[in-house]
């Protein structure tokens, strides 16, 4: 199989053995198709209610939705105690690696107690519904405790990615108003001891809301204390009762905040809810990774502080009751076959992934994966970024054997759960598009205008009906989140800021972002955080960020900076600090892949700065159009300035 049969539009058929067991047939889009919202309601069946729900979906003042209104129920409950009533407590909920070699296995019934101690730990702090609880932690078992111990008690979790700084977890404490911050000392990072604590420390400094910190044991660091304020975990959580009642909540009680990247530098607070939540999520992981919950072995990659980890790390393998892999390290320590290793030990079944992450093995060769046994997976899944046919291929045919379909799942932290891809036993594969939206999702490409478009014609990607596990908000914004996304073509279509197209055979494929919103190594990163990070350094006048294409990343962040009048152009040290400082500021993740020094930038009479022009000069492409520019000799300027091979 070449890239050319790809091109041709070569399909790989639904493995036969996999379509005659798997848990939902073609008939489900018919079905969904029927009746969306008895579809949907059917979903929710799956869950455990403490009330039914008189109404499926209120949209009576869109774009504020209500799912299952007047039900309740409890999320923790939903994901553990109800296995332990089953009969399923000795089950293995997750098999966890340390980075360093060491593990732990949590079943059922031991995550019942440690949830339920947690639960009682935060009460004893004074922790209440409603109240939000700031989660910034390493990949440890804790981190799923602390989650479940919040939406057991009905707090709002409000999980801080790691790697993000102590400036960006302490923005995201003030705007949450949390009053409790889970931590741990540390973690373990390519081989080394990695400190959480300090960002912590410095974050909560600046901040008003925080009473105590929880901290973890985990690396054994040193750390600094604060008397009255920070409590170790094991002080606290270990004493307490293994017993807790829990209280059924309604079904649009606040799960859990997770801030994104936006096209302002404030990132905003997505806000999702229970009970859709819950029944989007763990539907769509059952029928989307065909998961069988007596004989998989499910592994997502990803970080617990993203999307992806919260509703394919924890809740919906919670809730479908999925023996899960959790691991804490790079895919590299301590060698490249890491990974393989592990799915080769616990005898993986499902693994889900991003792109970047394949091609990064496509670098390494395709001899790291074949030293290990790799013949217990049987589905396959990507999410992050569109997905190349080569990367498609190279993972199916290294990593799946040539046996395992590719899920290639579109959604977003806003949508919560997947909203388009194929399904293993139903689609016939088409590498690089994610093909068709899921069950009881409606979506479009349109033009400009908000016509629908066909026929391989670029457009963008909105969604055209409420979904159960959509954002309800922007935290403490309802203006923004009607803005961002549900005013571009009226307050009943979302806006999705993705562009798409369709092709003859009506498959959707997604090409990336439509704003300033960058997309490296799968994570969200504006431009203009990156940019006001930048302008906030002495040395930096002004400077305009763009997402260029990158062979592994997808998206490499390219920087130009004109300097300050008093600033020296000091070269590659400048250069070298300012990309440090920007990684102090917001994460390593945002440290840009190259900062240009330029006399000026390309703005159009506006004064807007034309980042598409740029961008041609970042991905080495001749330039586009310049006629709008106000002064075009500024681009040979910028051009001249350029190092040969950039
Ligand atoms: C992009 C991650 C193409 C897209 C779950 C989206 C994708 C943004 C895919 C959301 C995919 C994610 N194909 N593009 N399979 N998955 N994206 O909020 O641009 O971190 O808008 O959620 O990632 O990123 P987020």
Redesign the pocket.
Known sequence: MSESDVQEGHRFPAPEQLAAQANVGADVYAEAERDRLAFWESAARRLSWAQEWDQVLDWSNPPFAKWFVGGKLNIAYNCVDRHVEDGHGEQVAYHWEGEPGDTRTITYAQLKDEVCKAANALLELGVQAGDRVAVYMPMIPEAVVAMLACARIGAVHMVVFGGFSSDALASRITDSGAVVVVTSDGGYRRGAPSALKPAVDEAVARTDSVRNVLVVRRTEQDVEWTEGRDLWWHDVVDRQSTEHTPEAFDAEHPLYIMY?SGTTAKPKGILHTSGGYLTQVAYSHWASFDLKPDTDVFWTSADIG???GHSYIVYGPLANRATSIMYEGTPETPHRGRWFEIIEKYGVTILYTAPTVIRTFMKWGEDVPAGFDLSSLRVLG??????NPEAWLWYHKNIGGGRCPIV???????TGAHMINPLPGVTDLKPGS?QTPFPGISAKVVDDEGNELGDDTTGLLVLTEPWPSMLRTIWGDDDRYVDTYWSRFGTEVYF???GAKKDDDGDIW?L??VDDVM?VS???ISTTEVESSLVAHPAVAEAAVVGASDPTTGQGIVAFVILRGSAEDSGDELVQTLRTHVARDIGPIAKPRQIMVVQELPKTRSGKIMRRLLRDIAENRELGDVTTLTDSSVMNLIKDKLPANS
């Not at 990507?382 to 997905?387: A, N, R």
């Open positions: 994104t993203w999307v992806t990507s999410v992050g970024e569109p997905i290639d799942t579109w959604w977003q932290t806003e994610a999705a800021g993705d997604l990336g972002r997309n799968g994570h969200r």
